[in-house]
């Protein structure tokens, strides 16, 4: 067994914000240090410990074994430190706190943004800040505390909560259908306007499934937004046929101002599922805990 010489707090506090980083300029913003400071604090500890710990390139640190076992135990001592604290400062106090949060355009908007409200006045000393985009990249950054996403599967580096299946259809407006038809097979989608979402720079795919089959279809939109209130609008004006999650335009199909076409089909764009995403490293606050389990619970309320 390797016995280790005394390694203080601060010094795994700061491996742990290095590795966290993932370079020694992001430790060094988080930390409001130079650069040349974290290196030479960094310089020091891997002396006291007489091994390397973390292993430099031009973009990254990666830790060395040593390292990884150290940038463990003090991920778990600084978290334990800072729930100590926390329940310290809020003792008899209402529950307080910030929760940054990333939320799909569409989804937060008209889904949402109903819970988030319900939330606020439930917590109301809780700051909460969101964030509503669409973009997958670094998605939990180190601002974001939680991330809703939907994709096929979620990144298996990050603690992933079910928030149930995102359903797509293919609608347009009951003046639409009256007046041009509707698809009636996968391959008309290549044929008709098209409106919906898509990654920028990449051509739109859509998956469909029928029973345990799989199908692709390759389209070229007439209109494309991220801004899913504004495609639902385009849809009702008669512009052509949306492939949208079902959410966007069920309040439209219950009263009859549009129709589905394709029922058979299991539609997806971005993904099946929509999840909520976290850092399984983070210290998550008793604020960020109860948010999660506030959404998760009105979740279930809706059925996924």
Sequence with gaps: MTIFPLVDVNGLSLLVEILDAGNLSEAARRLKMTRANVSYHLNQLEKSVGMQLVRRTTRRVEPTDIGLTLYEHGRSIRNALLAAQESVSTLGQRLQGRVRLSVPSGYGQLVMSEWLIAFKREYPDIVLDVMFENRVEDLLRDEVDIAVRVMPEPP?????????????????????????????????????????????????????????????????????????????????????????????????????????????????????????????????????????????????????
């Design 156 to 304: 298996q580096s990050l603690v992933a909560r079910d928030m149930g299946p995102v359903r797509y259809v293919a609608c347009a407006s009951s003046a639409y259908a009256a007046q041009h038809g509707m698809p009636t097979r996968l391959d008309e989608l290549r044929i008709v306007p098209v409106i919906t979402a898509t990654v920028v720079g990449k051509q739109t795919r859509v998956a469909a499934y029928l029973d345990d089959e799989r199908h692709e279809v390759m389209l070229e939109p007439s209109l494309i937004s991220e801004n899913f209130t504004f495609l639902r609008q385009a849809i009702l004006a008669g512009l052509g046929v949306g492939i949208v999650p079902d959410y966007v335009v069920m309040d439209d199909l219950r009263q009859g101002h549009a129709v589905t076409a394709l029922d058979q089909w299991r539609l997806s764009i971005f993904g099946t599922h929509m999840y909520m995403l976290y850092m399984p490293n983070r210290h998550q606050t008793r604020a960020t805990h109860a948010f999660i389990d506030y959404i998760l619970d009105r979740v279930r309320g809706t059925g996924g």
